[in-house]
């Protein structure tokens, strides 16, 4: 389905002719044709409209997700959810934002439910639409998008703790890759030319000059390691970005031995999942349906086998606490969630553990700081330490110079 905006020509009363312009949610531009012709109006023009290349920036944004929300729990109060949906949709000024509606319009104006017209719109995931459905299916919309809007919330936290942490990362990968470059292309050439012009002992000039080749030797090979490590991290994560919800990948599976940062991933995603899953059982979402949700949604390797593994135990008849209490659930969190009696009590206990994993989460996350902090200063030691060698054998090779000058004039 595209989108496309039309100009076209109708017959008024008395034989005068009009243009009108109108936008069509259609396949292809004979589709468009056809309607046109149905309705006995003669197309002009027909182009289609596409967004901006930076719309999920400007428009498609976690704040717009959340004042949608809110905007619909307002207007269900007194009215239907299609009708709610369509009566914002008709009050939207920013012209950016009735782009991006014009397919959930047509979907309602064409007799399509609720939850189609809100699905074209591609704005909530998976997650959000879910709770959206449950709560339509049992008539209490208003109150669930409570627990949906939490959900954006708390994800557009989530993403911003991430991208502060990779900026974290790339400054100082980058600062120590424009280190070694300063030392190996300006300071070391440098030093070699001034060097050399004021040694003027054969002996210390080759000195000299041996010194800069094995600072030179160790810049490079601090330059490629840094480098090639920065690029092999980037690849893997590329690769595992791209094959996340392959079962047994084994980008998955490298990074799941990785010292520290597997640690943190899992107990970050348990968080999360834990979190998610205490919201959807609020917002009325199946347990089956919540742990199929949980399962596309989640990315470390051992956080979605636990979830998968626990679907599989509960549709082959297993009790659901004796499904869920089992691994990588610590002794503790499998003890609570033995003791449910009820799905209100295991939301609380998914609350519980998902506060547990957070603390376990956030000193993990001062580890990995912590570690980057040393190998950064590691790095720029190393070559700050070779600069250092490089100077004081330059000083020494002038204070020889200035000793034979001394000599040669008594």
């Known amino acids: 389905m595209k989108l496309w905006n039309v100009r076209y020509a109708l017959t008024l009363p008395g034989g005068h002719v009009a243009v009108r312009e109108e936008d069509f949610y259609l396949p292809s531009q004979e589709e468009v044709r056809k309607v046109l012709r149905t309705k006995g109006l003669w197309p002009i023009k ?35 959810a299609g ?19 014009l397919p959930t319009r047509s979907v309602l104006k064409g007799g399509g439910s609720f939850s189609e017209a809100l699905k074209a719109l591609k704005l909530m995931d998976a997650a959000t639409m879910s709770i959206i459905m449950a709560g339509e299916r049992a008539g209490d919309l208003k109150s669930v998008i409570v627990h949906a809007i939490q959900h954006v919330d ?10 502060a942490a990779m900026g974290w990362l790339s400054f100082d ?24 012009k004021s040694t003027t002992d054969v002996v210390a000039a080759k000195k000299f000059n041996d010194a800069i080749d094995t600072v030179s030797f160790i810049n490079i090979s601090l330059m490629v390691i840094t480098i090639g490590g920065a690029a092999g991290v980037a690849t893997l994560g590329m690769i595992f970005w791209k094959n996340r919800h392959l079962p047994d990948h084994y980008a998955s599976r490298m990074i799941s031995k990785l010292p520290l940062i597997s640690s943190y991933m899992h107990d970050a995603t348990m968080h999360d999942t834990t979190k998610l899953m205490a919201r959807l059982l609020r917002g009325r979402v ?39 209490s089992r691994p990588p659930l610590t002794k503790q969190e499998s003890d609570q969630m033995r003791s449910i009696q009820s799905l209100e009590q ?25 570690f980057g902090v040393i190998l950064t200063m590691a790095l720029f030691g190393a070559v700050v330490l070779t600069m250092i060698y490089l100077l004081s054998i330059q000083n020494q090779g002038f204070m020889d110079s200035l000793k034979d000058m001394g000599k040669g004039g008594g």
Not at 66 to 76: D, E, G, M, P
Not at 173 to 196: D, E, R, V
Request: net charge positive.
């Open 83 to 101: 009708t709610a949906l369509l009566n914002i949709i008709e009050g939207e000024n920013d012209p950016r934002r009735r782009l991006a509606f």
């Open 346 to 370: 295991l939301s609380e206990v998914f609350e519980s553990i998902s506060e547990e994993r957070h603390s376990a989460a956030k000193a993990g996350q001062k580890k990995i700081m912590m």
């Open 46 to 80: 027909i182009s289609e409209r596409k967004p901006s290349n930076f719309e999920w920036m400007d428009v498609r944004s976690s704040t717009w997700q959340i004042q949608l929300l809110r905007a619909l729990r307002f207007q269900s109060a007194t009215s239907s």
């Open 173 to 196: 990968i980058f600062s120590i890759i424009s280190t070694i470059f300063g030392a190996q292309f300006t300071f070391i050439p440098y030093l070699k030319t001034s060097g050399n």
């Open 286 to 324: 199946p347990l089956d349906e919540a742990l199929k949700i949980l399962i596309e949604s989640c990315i470390e390797p051992i956080t979605r086998n636990y979830w998968r593994e626990c679907l599989n135990r509960i549709m082959a008849g297993t009790d659901t606490a004796r499904a869920l």
């Open 154 to 163: 708390e994800k557009g936290k989530q993403m911003k703790i991430v991208i």
